[in-house]
């Protein structure tokens, strides 16, 4: 069964600091790996999907790396604004079922 | 892009009565849709899938008498709660893969509706 960690659970930086989040996850053998926002509420925004044979996505500001071999995955956003703010999630494709992690909890400090 | 809703996206009912929420694909055709609740400060989880025209696969542990899924055509997936009880107050979320694409490409998710049940 895939077990998706998210750390940390919350970070809080200053506007135009760089985000990292880290995503790890236990099976290996996925289809892909996203990431999604999910604002208080509200339902999920797709941001990046890295399909397994992919090592990195990019999007604007939003950068997303996978490796398969180690299980991890990180999404880094370059110079963080107050509306990025928001609960970010990762999620594993295995089969056809996403697993999701806890996500974590981003505040940019204006 | 592909756009998912749901309906109703907020419901509030007593405990003992049934709730019914639909899912549907506005611009495209899904074979599969996906069902999933969320508690506050938890992630999602899959709750069952649902495939047009055949009975829904629950996940372990969701019990298959209390949350009827009918995906009778397409474009509409329906989760019903039945006799709903405060426990089942949680925010359900469906999601979707378009009939064109493989199951490589993203899901697309319905904006949600929370349940609150008295």
């Known amino acids: 069964k895939q077990e998706v960690t998210q750390i940390p659970a919350a970070l809080s930086v200053p506007e135009g600091e760089n985000l990292v989040l880290n995503c790890s996850f236990t099976d290996s053998a996925i289809y892909n790996l996203q990431w999604f926002r999910q604002d208080p509420g509200k339902g999920l925004t797709s941001l990046l999907l890295?399909?397994?044979?992919?090592r990195e996505q990019t999007s604007g500001r939003l950068n997303a790396s996978l490796d398969k071999s180690s299980g991890r995955s990180t999404l880094y956003i370059a110079a963080s604004q107050p509306g990025d703010s928001a609960t970010y999630l990762c999620?594993?494709?295995?089969?056809?079922?996403?697993?999701f992690g806890a996500g974590t909890t981003v505040t940019v400090r204006a | 892009g592909a756009v998912v809703s749901q309906h109703p996206s907020w419901v509030i009912c007593k405990s003992g009565t049934s709730v019914k929420i639909e899912c549907r694909s506005l611009d495209f055709q899904a074979t599969t849709m996906f069902w999933y609740r969320q508690f506050p400060k938890q992630s999602l989880m899959l709750m069952a899938t649902?495939?047009?025209?055949?009975?829904?696969?629950?996940e372990q542990g969701v019990e298959k008498d209390k949350f009827l899924i009918n995906h009778a055509s397409l474009t509409l997936s329906t989760l019903t709660v039945t006799s709903a009880h405060p426990e089942d107050s949680s925010f359900y979320i469906c999601?979707?893969?378009?009939?064109?694409?493989?199951?490589?490409?993203?899901?697309?998710f319905g904006p949600g509706t929370r349940l609150l049940v008295l």
């Open positions: 649902s495939n047009e025209g055949s009975k829904a696969t629950y």
């Open positions: 999601s979707a893969f378009p009939l064109a694409g493989g199951y490589q490409e993203t899901q697309y």
């Open positions: 999620a594993a494709l295995n089969d056809y079922k996403l697993s």
């Open positions: 890295i399909q397994s044979s992919q």
